[in-house]
């Protein structure tokens, strides 16, 4: 048996440069990306990975141009709604990371609609980090424990890493084991910060648009052949 991931995490990046290079506007890459994104989920499903986080919409990224943003949202919304079916036939169970709040109220509602219908999956998990930031969310697991502090239900001496990881959007999952970039940045950008603490990064050149199957091959080869040692010897 080969060495697969059991949470694997990937920022899919690179659209814009995809879609620069070929003369075409940033948006062509992101419809692109959105096809890529979900091949890539049901090749990781085949695979054998249990944990797959992708990074879809970051807390910077409100930064980018209000057309692009929108644009981002509607392939989102689409997705959403021709996936409900899919979800179905696929045994993957899917679920939202990031702060929900500032999304407009038809994105909510079709997510809880995408948690609900599939929480019952017993395969793969599909965490979508959407308006996600690791920051925003370690920040807000510390506010929902000083509540309970402040509420007298729970003494500031008993909260340790166990108590903010269940505070965190990833509650009980395990820890990533491999967080996959591809587009050639050698950077976290803000994904996953607190549970790829001793997580293995695997960097590739190629742009998100045009990742492949092989690809993700290349990327399990490489994380098996990693010694991780855990701070131990
Ligand atoms: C990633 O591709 C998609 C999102 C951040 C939504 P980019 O849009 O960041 O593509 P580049 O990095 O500009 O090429
Ligand atoms: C990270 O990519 C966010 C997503 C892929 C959704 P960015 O393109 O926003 O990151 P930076 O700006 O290069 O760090
Ligand atoms: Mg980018």
């Not at 890539?40 to 944990?51: D, H, L, M, P, Q």
């Not at 967080?179 to 050149?205: C, H, K, T």
């Not at 199957?213 to 855990?230: C, I, N, T």
């Amino acid at each position: 048996m080969r060495k697969v991931p059991v949470n694997l995490g990937i920022i899919m990046d690179g659209n814009g440069r995809w879609a620069k290079k070929r003369g075409l506007p940033r948006q062509a890459g992101h419809v692109t990306g959105a096809q890529v994104f979900r091949k890539i989920t049901k090749y990781c499903e085949k695979c054998g990975v249990r944990y797959l986080t992708v990074y879809a919409f970051s807390t910077e990224n409100w930064r980018r141009p209000q057309d692009e943003v929108n644009a981002i949202m509607n392939l989102l919304r689409q997705y959403l709604k021709e996936s409900l079916s899919d979800f179905q036939q696929e045994n993957i169970a899917v679920r939202f990371i990031g702060n929900r709040e500032e999304l407009a109220e038809d994105i909510r509602l079709l997510i809880e609609e995408a948690e609900q219908s599939t929480a019952h999956k017993t395969g793969m998990t599909l965490n979508i980090a959407l308006n996600y930031g690791g920051q925003q969310e370690i920040t807000a697991a510390a506010r929902k424990l000083a509540q309970r502090v402040a509420a007298g239900e729970l003494d500031a001496a008993a909260i340790d890493e166990t108590m903010l990881e269940k505070a965190l959007y990833t509650e009980d999952q395990p820890p990533v084991d491999l967080i996959l970039r591809p587009s050639g940045e050698y950077r976290l950008s803000n994904f996953l910060i607190w549970q790829s603490a001793y997580a293995e990064y695997v960097f590739m050149d190629v742009l998100w648009p045009d990742f492949k199957e092989e690809d993700l091959e290349r990327a399990f080869e490489e994380y098996a052949r990693r010694d991780r040692r855990f701070g131990g010897v």
